[in-house]
Nanobody
Framework: QVQLVESGGGLVQAGGSLRLSCAASGITFSRYAMGWFRQAPGKEREFVAA????????YYTDSVKGRFTISRDNAKNTVYLQMNSLKPEDTAVYYCAARRDMSGSYYYSGYQYNYWGQGTQVTVSS
Protein backbone atom coordinates (compact mmCIF):
# COMPACT_ATOMS: atom_id res chain seq x y z
CA GLN A 1 0.00 0.00 0.00
CA VAL A 2 1.45 3.31 -1.08
CA GLN A 3 1.45 6.10 1.46
CA LEU A 4 2.72 9.66 1.26
CA VAL A 5 2.51 11.44 4.59
CA GLU A 6 3.17 15.16 4.82
CA SER A 7 4.15 16.94 8.00
CA GLY A 8 5.61 20.24 9.15
CA GLY A 9 2.76 22.58 8.36
CA GLY A 10 1.50 25.17 10.80
CA LEU A 11 0.90 28.83 11.51
CA VAL A 12 3.74 31.27 10.91
CA GLN A 13 4.07 35.02 10.61
CA ALA A 14 4.92 36.65 7.31
CA GLY A 15 8.65 36.51 6.73
CA GLY A 16 9.00 33.30 8.68
CA SER A 17 10.04 29.81 7.62
CA LEU A 18 8.68 26.29 7.65
CA ARG A 19 10.05 22.99 6.41
CA LEU A 20 7.59 20.46 5.09
CA SER A 21 8.41 16.77 4.91
CA CYS A 22 6.78 14.00 2.94
CA ALA A 23 7.58 10.45 3.97
CA ALA A 24 6.89 7.74 1.41
CA SER A 25 6.21 4.07 1.94
CA GLY A 26 5.07 1.24 -0.29
CA ILE A 27 7.16 2.44 -3.23
CA THR A 28 10.79 2.27 -4.25
CA PHE A 29 11.23 5.94 -3.51
CA SER A 30 14.44 6.39 -5.48
CA ARG A 31 12.60 5.46 -8.67
CA TYR A 32 10.11 8.29 -8.34
CA ALA A 33 10.09 11.93 -9.32
CA MET A 34 8.42 14.01 -6.62
CA GLY A 35 6.44 17.19 -6.55
CA TRP A 36 4.82 19.65 -4.18
CA PHE A 37 1.48 21.28 -4.94
CA ARG A 38 -0.78 23.58 -2.96
CA GLN A 39 -4.42 24.54 -2.89
CA ALA A 40 -5.77 27.67 -1.28
CA PRO A 41 -9.45 28.02 -0.32
CA GLY A 42 -11.58 28.68 -3.37
CA LYS A 43 -8.69 28.20 -5.74
CA GLU A 44 -7.46 25.44 -7.97
CA ARG A 45 -4.54 23.27 -7.02
CA GLU A 46 -1.27 24.72 -8.27
CA PHE A 47 2.22 23.41 -8.82
CA VAL A 48 4.92 24.57 -6.42
CA ALA A 49 8.09 22.56 -6.97
CA ALA A 50 9.40 19.31 -8.42
CA UNK A 51 12.53 17.21 -8.13
CA UNK A 52 13.93 14.39 -10.23
CA UNK A 53 14.46 10.90 -8.87
CA UNK A 54 18.13 11.54 -8.11
CA UNK A 55 17.66 15.04 -6.78
CA UNK A 56 19.92 16.42 -9.48
CA UNK A 57 17.17 18.48 -11.06
CA UNK A 58 14.70 20.86 -9.46
CA TYR A 59 11.98 23.12 -10.84
CA TYR A 60 9.87 25.86 -9.24
CA THR A 61 6.90 27.95 -10.05
CA ASP A 62 7.90 31.59 -10.46
CA SER A 63 6.15 32.82 -7.32
CA VAL A 64 8.36 30.73 -5.02
CA LYS A 65 11.71 30.91 -6.80
CA GLY A 66 14.41 32.14 -4.45
CA ARG A 67 12.25 31.47 -1.39
CA PHE A 68 11.46 27.74 -1.49
CA THR A 69 13.85 24.81 -1.89
CA ILE A 70 12.86 21.25 -2.69
CA SER A 71 15.20 18.44 -1.75
CA ARG A 72 15.11 14.72 -1.09
CA ASP A 73 16.84 12.04 0.92
CA ASN A 74 16.44 8.72 -0.86
CA ALA A 75 17.91 6.85 2.09
CA LYS A 76 15.07 8.17 4.25
CA ASN A 77 12.35 7.94 1.56
CA THR A 78 11.56 11.58 2.21
CA VAL A 79 11.16 14.74 0.17
CA TYR A 80 11.34 18.18 1.75
CA LEU A 81 10.14 21.67 0.98
CA GLN A 82 12.02 24.41 2.79
CA MET A 83 9.95 27.58 2.72
CA ASN A 84 11.54 30.88 3.64
CA SER A 85 10.30 34.47 3.51
CA LEU A 86 6.75 33.23 3.67
CA LYS A 87 3.94 35.50 2.52
CA PRO A 88 0.22 35.46 3.33
CA GLU A 89 -0.44 34.36 -0.24
CA ASP A 90 1.48 31.15 0.47
CA THR A 91 -1.36 30.07 2.75
CA ALA A 92 -2.74 26.79 1.45
CA VAL A 93 -2.90 23.07 1.98
CA TYR A 94 0.35 21.62 0.66
CA TYR A 95 0.43 18.20 -0.97
CA CYS A 96 3.29 16.00 -2.06
CA ALA A 97 2.96 13.73 -5.07
CA ALA A 98 4.96 10.90 -6.63
CA ARG A 99 5.43 9.72 -10.21
CA ARG A 100 7.43 6.67 -11.17
CA ASP A 101 10.15 8.02 -13.42
CA MET A 102 13.86 7.54 -13.80
CA SER A 103 14.29 9.52 -16.98
CA GLY A 104 15.56 12.54 -15.09
CA SER A 105 12.49 14.58 -15.92
CA TYR A 106 10.34 16.59 -13.57
CA TYR A 107 6.62 17.23 -13.84
CA TYR A 108 4.46 20.24 -13.06
CA SER A 109 0.99 18.96 -13.91
CA GLY A 110 -0.96 17.17 -11.22
CA TYR A 111 -2.32 14.75 -13.78
CA GLN A 112 1.17 13.41 -14.34
CA TYR A 113 1.49 12.08 -10.79
CA ASN A 114 0.43 8.65 -9.61
CA TYR A 115 0.22 9.05 -5.84
CA TRP A 116 -0.74 11.86 -3.47
CA GLY A 117 -0.49 12.61 0.21
CA GLN A 118 -3.31 13.88 2.38
CA GLY A 119 -1.91 17.38 2.70
CA THR A 120 -0.66 19.64 5.45
CA GLN A 121 -2.01 23.11 6.22
CA VAL A 122 0.28 26.12 6.00
CA THR A 123 -1.09 29.42 7.27
CA VAL A 124 0.91 32.63 7.00
CA SER A 125 -0.38 35.57 9.00
CA SER A 126 0.28 39.17 8.01
Amino acid sequence: QVQLVESGGGLVQAGGSLRLSCAASGITFSRYAMGWFRQAPGKEREFVAAITWSGAGTYYTDSVKGRFTISRDNAKNTVYLQMNSLKPEDTAVYYCAARRDMSGSYYYSGYQYNYWGQGTQVTVSS
